[in-house]
């Protein structure tokens, strides 16, 4: 998959080992590109200009990577938050799992979320997300009155029907 690096400092995406099913994004943050943060704490939206950032708990930001792929027809990428930054720090995707549409052409931003009770400090080239590239298929949406395997099932509830 091709992508465009936007700046000539800005860190290739990779895959940790050849084993890896994602490849790694970084962080690019500079002190004169803008990083958006949304506060928890009253709703305000707060503009950090640097190459490191703060996020006090449950804010909200969308950091920079500073790449645009090139997400071929019939795929779409799928960006995930990495487990070591969720389960250390509580840096977690505020989206859950990000979804690149194969007709976005712009720069990648990673949605993320402090999910834990103290502050994180972001630095320019952190690890923040990993991704994947997976085949998508747009299927024919039918509306019908009626669903052939409606009612075929024994199983009812859902929400923990199975038991916790």
């Known amino acids: 998959m091709n992508y465009l690096k936007l700046y000539d400092d800005v860190h290739t995406p ?17 002190k004169d590109r803008e990083v ?3 506060s928890s704490i009253d709703s305000a939206e707060h503009t950090a200009y640097s190459d490191e950032i703060t996020l006090d708990p449950w804010d909200r930001c969308l950091i920079p990577t ?25 840096l977690c995707l505020a989206n859950s799992v990000g979804i690149i549409d194969s007709d976005y052409n712009l720069e990648l931003f990673v949605g993320v979320i402090n999910a834990s009770n103290t502050w994180i400090g ?6 923040i997300a990993q991704c994947e590239l997976v085949r998508s298929e747009q299927v024919r949406l039918s509306e019908v009155k ?5 009612y075929v099932t024994s199983r009812r509830g859902g929400f923990g029907s199975t038991g916790v």
């Open 36 to 38: 958006k943060i949304y």
């Open 66 to 90: 500073g790449l645009i792929f090139e997400i071929p027809k019939g795929y779409s990428m799928k960006v995930y938050a990495r487990s070591g930054n969720a389960i250390k720090k509580g």
């Open 14 to 30: 990779v895959y940790a080992t050849e084993g890896s099913a994602c490849f790694d994004i970084k962080a690019y943050l500079r």
């Open 122 to 127: 972001i630095k320019n080239g952190d690890k």
């Open 146 to 150: 009626e669903l052939k395997n409606q």
